[in-house]
């Protein structure tokens, strides 16, 4: 059996908490240098994400305040300060992580467009394909008083407006129509359902 002292025992010791010690205090450093750039980033998507489902005379936005925690309202408002439409930021837990949804709708209760600004935690080439124009196009000109459903749940929900799942990515096509559902949801609360 080996003999240890003190000095064998003592030395790995204190060399793994000084390491420990100056990692903790780097990531530390590194958090707080990339927060105010993550932040501006994730705040520069939410607008142009904005802008992509608001119609063309959008001039400002006014946001609205509401209970649900996951979700942020904004008025859509022209150059004389009129109401012309709503867009409605959604979050909600796909396949592999979050996922931000932006939806437009207009006065008259029309869908105007749904824009999927971050589903970077879904599956390459699958779930991310969510964001594409192809899936995120199904739900433009349709009514903002009816729920959607992915066709595959049709039976459960004969009711609801039908969007085609992505291929490969049920869950996460899935997660987007929840997502435009709850936005839908929003918008009847605080228009009154006109449309």
Do not use: H, W
Request: aromatic share 6%; proline share 3%.
């Amino acid at each position: 059996m080996p003999k240890f002292n003190a000095r064998d025992i003592l030395i790995p010791t204190i060399s793994l908490v000084l390491i420990t010690g100056v990692s903790t205090v780097l990531l530390a450093g590194t958090n707080e240098l990339t927060k105010e750039p993550i932040s501006v980033a994730e705040e520069t998507g939410k607008q142009k994400s904005m802008q992509s489902v608001s119609p063309k005379n959008a001039d400002s936005y006014v946001k609205i305040d509401t209970e649900d925690v996951k979700a942020e309202c904004y008025e859509v408002l022209d150059k004389e300060g009129k109401v012309i439409a709503y867009t409605i930021a959604t979050n909600i837990k796909g396949y592999g992580g979050t996922i931000k949804v932006m939806t437009g709708i207009d006065k008259n209760g029309s869908i105007i467009g749904v824009n999927v600004y971050d589903n970077s935690d879904e599956t390459p080439g699958l779930g991310a394909k969510t964001s594409e124009k192809k899936f995120c196009g199904q739900f433009s000109s349709k009514s903002a008083n009816t729920d959607f459903i992915v066709s595959k749940d049709a039976e459960k929900y004969p009711d609801s407006q039908k969007i085609d799942a992505v291929t490969g990515a049920t869950i996460s096509s899935r997660a987007v129509t929840e997502a435009v559902n709850r936005a839908l949801e929003l918008y009847r609360e605080i228009s009154g359902g006109v449309g």
